[in-house]
Nanobody, 116 residues
Framework: QVQLVESGGGLVQPGGSLRLSCAAS????????MGWYRQAPGKQRVLVAS???????NYADSVKGRFTISRDNTKNTVYLQMNSLKPEDTAVYYC??????????WGQGTQVTVSS
């Protein structure tokens, strides 16, 4: 089992920045990749960014060049640095971990609101 605890969400003006954190605990040796998803009101949950255990990142086209995913293996933590935020980035952001057996684990979600 893997437990994920997220933090860092909040209210920010357009053009501002936030950094989300996700701390993993439990069977962390079983994790092969981690990622961030988001779900806007009335919309489906979609992938924002992911990173493999080896540190290889991937991004959705909508956030490429603005968001950066990274991980600190010594702290078992993955981060999402969000710059140049837009109102359309407003959503609940969820941390995700994929095990080597392709089981998925989710954090509780953290609200990001981009508004003037």
């Amino acid at each position: 089992q893997v437990q994920l605890v997220e933090s860092g969400g909040g209210l920010v003006q357009p053009g501002g920045s936030l950094r989300l954190s996700c701390a993993a605990s439990g069977s962390i040796f079983s994790i092969r990749a981690m990622g961030w998803y988001r779900q806007a009101p009335g919309k489906q949950r979609v992938l924002v960014a992911s990173i493999t255990s080896g540190g290889s990142p991937n991004y959705a086209d909508s956030v490429k060049g603005r968001f950066t995913i990274s991980r600190d293996n010594t702290k078992n933590t993955v981060y999402l640095q969000m710059n140049s935020l837009k109102p359309e980035d407003t959503a609940v952001y969820y941390c995700n971990a994929a095990s080597r057996s392709s089981a998925y684990y989710w954090g509780q979600g953290t609200q990001v609101t981009v508004s003037s």
